[in-house]
C-alpha cells in the first residue's frame, strides 16, 4: 500500500523513519518535483494533499506528499471523508501519502477507520522511564547500527545519562565513535563517563535513593538538583507526589486487590502498565514507614515556602527519610 501513518511522541525516531521512507521513494535528481510536504496551517492541506498524491510521479523514482501533524486525526467534516472515499483506493501505485501526527489517531473517526484499511501504520512511541530493560536493549541496539561495542555496565550508564531522549542517546554515541575511531575494544563505563554528562539526574531518582534508603545516593542527587537550579519546591512536589503514590499502592495491596486497572484508578496511575514496577518498588517497605515519610515532606515544604536555606533544609529531611526507609 503507498499509503501510511506515523504518529508517536519519539519524533526521533519518526523522522529517522521518514528520511528512509523518503530515500527508499525518492530518486535524487528528481525529488524536487516529486516531494511536497503540506503544513497543518496550510488552508485545505488535506484536500491539497490527496490531489497531489494523485498526479504521477515526474521522471524517475516515486512521488512522496507528507501531510503534517493531520488534523484529519482529531477531526474529520463531511467534505474531507467524501474526499478521502474517492481518491484513497485509486492512489497510483508509485504515488506514496504520508499522513504523521504526535497524538495517537482518533479511533471513533470515520476518517481514521477509512485510513487504517489502506495505511500502514507505525507508532513510535517512547520508552517509559521506568522500564530500564528497555532502555538498556534501545543503548545496546543504538550502538550497534553505529558499529560501537559496549561494556554491560557502560549500556547501564548510557541508558541513564540519556533516558528516553533517542536523539540525545545518538549524539552521545556519535561523540563516543568519534573518541574510539577503529577501536575493537569494548567501551567501558569510565571512559563513557568523561565524555557524557549525565543530565538526567532527576527528583524520581532522588524519591528512589530515598526509598531504598540510600543517603550517600540522595545527598549527591540533591546537591547535582540544586547545582541544575531545579527548583527546590519542584523537588519536593516531585517526592511528595511520588511517596503518595507508594502510600496508596501499598494500601490497595493490603486489602487483596490485584487487578493493575483497579490499583491504577484508585492510586490516580495512568497507566495500569506502570502499577507492577512501582508494586516492585515498594515491596520492601510498609504501610507505616510510608505514612511516617509524609509529615517530613510537608514540613519540608513548609519551610521552604517560609525561606529556610533550600540545600540544608532538603539535606537535613532527606536524612530524615532515608532512616525511616532503611527501617526494613
Avoid at 467534516?77 to 472515499?85: G, H, I, T, Y
Avoid at 494500601?251 to 495512568?270: F, L, N, W
Avoid at 514496577?277 to 505514612?291: A, K, M, N, T
Wanted: proline share 4%.
Amino acid at each position: 500500500m503507498p499509503i501510511y501513518i506515523y504518529w508517536g511522541e519519539d519524533d526521533f525516531a519518526m523522522s529517522k523513519a521518514i528520511a528512509n521512507l523518503r530515500d527508499e521513494i525518492l530518486d535524487v535528481n528528481w525529488s524536487s518535483f516529486n516531494y511536497t510536504t503540506f503544513p497543518p496551517e496550510q488552508n485545505n492541506a488535506v484536500i491539497e494533499a490527496l490531489n497531489q498524491a494523485m498526479t504521477p510521479p515526474f521522471g524517475a523514482g516515486g512521488r512522496l506528499v507528507w501531510l503534517i501533524n493531520a488534523s484529519i486525526f482529531q477531526q474529520s467534516d463531511d467534505k474531507v471523508l467524501s474526499e478521502l472515499q474517492r481518491t484513497l483506493p485509486v492512489i497510483p501505485e508509485n504515488s506514496h501519502l504520508l499522513i504523521t501526527h504526535s497524538n495517537k489517531p482518533d479511533e471513533r473517526l470515520k476518517s481514521t477507520k477509512l485510513l487504517k484499511k489502506f495505511a500502514q501504520v507505525r507508532e513510535f512511541a517512547l520508552i517509559p522511564p521506568w522500564k530500564t530493560d528497555l532502555l538498556i536493549k534501545s543503548v545496546n541496539d543504538a550502538a550497534n547500527s553505529l558499529g560501537i561495542k559496549l561494556t554491560p555496565n557502560c549500556a547501564e550508564f548510557l541508558a541513564e545519562a540519556c533516558g528516553n531522549d533517542i536523539r540525545l542517546l545518538y549524539n552521545e554515541l556519535e561523540k563516543l565513535q568519534l573518541y574510539l575511531l577503529d577501536s575493537n575494544k569494548p567501551l567501558d563505563v569510565d571512559t563513557a563517563a568523561q565524555l557524557v554528562r549525565n543530565e538526567t539526574r532527576n527528583s524520581l531518582q532522588l524519591a528512589g535513593a530515598i526509598r531504598m534508603g540510600n543517603t550517600a545516593q540522595a545527598l549527591n542527587l540533591i546537591a547535582d538538583l540544586i547545582n541544575s537550579s531545579e527548583p527546590a519546591l519542584r523537588i519536593v512536589a516531585t517526592l511528595i507526589g511520588q511517596f503518595r503514590t507508594w502510600l496508596w499502592i501499598k494500601i490497595i495491596m493490603e486489602t487483596g486487590e490485584r487487578s493493575s486497572q483497579a490499583i491504577a484508578i484508585a492510586a490516580e496511575v495512568r497507566n495500569h502498565y506502570r502499577i507492577k514496577y512501582l508494586q516492585q518498588e515498594i515491596q520492601f517497605l510498609s504501610v507505616q514507614q510510608l505514612v511516617s515519610c509524609l509529615p517530613i515532606l510537608l514540613e519540608l515544604e513548609v519551610n521552604l515556602k517560609q525561606g529556610a536555606a533550600q540545600l540544608l533544609t532538603l539535606q537535613t529531611k532527606v536524612i530524615e527519610l532515608c532512616q525511616i526507609c532503611q527501617k526494613r
